[in-house]
């Protein structure tokens, strides 16, 4: 019993809920945080998407069954290994779908709109999108970007147009990052097999997946920068002047947001020497993780932002 148990549970592939946390971007950014209507707004719309993408990475399974039996880590996978019968994998696929679908018309017929288009990218890229090269990095990209949508509908606080070309930019970077891995992984194998495996894997090479990293790594930092630099100056709520020189609170009041470019200027560079020196990155989720240096960053990154909109604005 707890070995099925198990086994459903890996089905489902709780770690990757992690991604569906870019819900929470729009709220954060927005300083609703705090703001308890709708912060359960947004904590519904988290966990509707982590029934959708879970209901998702099982409809993957079964259209890859076959080939994941010759992948060297997807070979484990419970549908692969034979662990769970192809009956199960369905109904729990119809199951979370079905009801994270009529829960998300709950939320507003905005975010129930993204949810559709959602669904529909991720069936397309099942069906036939990652087939096709280029285009299989865009529909990875594209699932990222729809998060961080659905995050705003499910808040109505609308992003700034740096802060959407950051995430569209991040977003190529971590499936640019994930096929580099994944062609990394099969580096030993012959052309037949690597085609086998995954098609558009054959139709790329080292170097053009290394310009495509470089060029999103940058640009990625480029827009954050340009983010932080375009919001509104933080002023500092200390004005005793027995404590501060007449100039000094004038001087704190900076665009505080600014100092976040650091802990993401070095999540790059960390994430890169995962892919290049670990070959990791096929499961960003996996490297944030299992990587404590990037998983500490990661935190004083959101712990810096949270001070920065929450206490130093306030």
């Not at 592939?13 to 705090?34: D, H």
């Not at 994998?89 to 959602?118: D, E, H, K, Q, R």
Request: glycine content about 4%.
């Amino acid at each position: 019993m707890k070995r099925s148990l198990r086994n459903v549970l890996r089905l489902l592939r709780p770690r990757q809920w992690i991604k569906n946390l870019a819900i929470f971007g729009a709220i954060t950014f927005g300083g609703e945080l705090f703001n308890f209507p709708v912060l359960s707004n947004v904590l519904s719309a988290f966990f509707i998407f982590c029934a959708v993408s879970s209901g998702i990475y099982i409809i993957n399974d079964i259209f890859d069954r076959e080939k994941d039996k010759l992948h060297p880590f997807k070979k484990f996978r419970p549908l692969a290994h034979g662990d769970i019968s192809l009956g199960v994998a369905v109904f729990f696929a119809i199951l979370l779908i079905g009801s994270a679908t009529i829960a998300s018309y709950f939320i507003n017929p905005a975010f129930f709109l993204i949810t559709m288009i959602y669904l529909l990218l991720q069936f397309s890229y099942s069906a036939f999108l990652k087939h096709i090269t280029v285009i299989d990095i865009l529909a990875l990209a594209g699932g990222y970007i729809l998060r961080v949508y659905a995050g705003e509908f499910a808040s109505d606080n609308h992003i700034s147009v740096w802060l959407l070309l950051t995430t569209i930019s991040l977003s190529l970077f971590l499936a640019v990052g994930k096929r580099r891995s994944e062609l990394t992984l099969v580096s030993t194998y012959s052309s037949a097999q690597i085609s086998a495996i995954r098609k558009t894997l054959s139709h790329y090479s080292d170097r053009l997946l290394d310009v495509y990293a470089s060029i999103f790594a940058t640009s990625t930092f480029i827009t954050y920068s340009l983010f932080t630099f375009f919001q509104d100056e933080t002023p500092f709520s200390i004005t005793n002047q027995l404590l501060l020189p007449d100039y000094l609170p004038n001087y704190l009041n900076r665009k505080w947001l600014m100092l976040t470019i650091f802990p993401v200027v070095y999540g790059l560079m960390r994430y890169l020497q995962d892919i290049y020196e670990k070959h990791e990155g096929e499961s960003p989720e996996r490297v944030i993780i299992s990587d404590k240096p990037l998983l500490i960053n990661v935190i004083l990154w959101v712990l810096l932002v949270i001070i920065i909109i929450y206490v130093i604005r306030s």
